[in-house]
Nanobody, 122 residues
Framework: QVRLVESGGGLVQPGESLRLSCAAS??????????MGWYRQAPGKQRESVATFTSGGSTNYADSVKGRFTISRDNAKNTVYLQMDSLKPEDSALYYC??????????????WGQGTQVTVSS
């Protein structure tokens, strides 16, 4: 059983910061470090990619968050982070962690976390 557990969401005012964490737990061989990322879904909208690691260790950001959000990871802790600065009301959404996980059968599976709510409001 593999779980991705997000934390760090909350209610903040415009211009403030939050740091989201996503920790992988359970029985698995390793994470695919080049296939981890953060997504978000606001009410009435489709889920969108926010920040992801891609092949070669590169990062990819949605245009709307470039320069404000930073994705990082701690490989030893099987944890990925999302530092969100200069938050705007339009950043309000349910934020999800996603990762490809390699199990002991050497097969790769995709997992989603349960989401953590971020609300930016004055």
């Amino acid at each position: 059983q593999v779980r991705l557990v997000e934390s760090g969401g909350g209610l903040v005012q415009p211009g403030e910061s939050l740091r989201l964490s996503c920790a992988a737990s359970g029985s698995f061989l390793r994470l695919n470090l080049n296939a981890m990322g953060w997504y978000r879904q606001a009410p009435g909208k489709q889920r969108e990619s926010v920040a992801t690691f891609t092949s070669g260790g590169s990062t990819n950001y949605a245009d709307s968050v470039k320069g404000r959000f930073t994705i990082s990871r701690d490989n030893a802790k099987n944890t990925v982070y999302l530092q969100m600065d200069s938050l705007k009301p339009e950043d309000s959404a349910l934020y999800y962690c996603n990762a490809d996980v390699i199990l002991y059968n050497y097969k790769q599976y995709n997992y989603w976390g349960q989401g953590t709510q971020v609300t930016v409001s004055s």
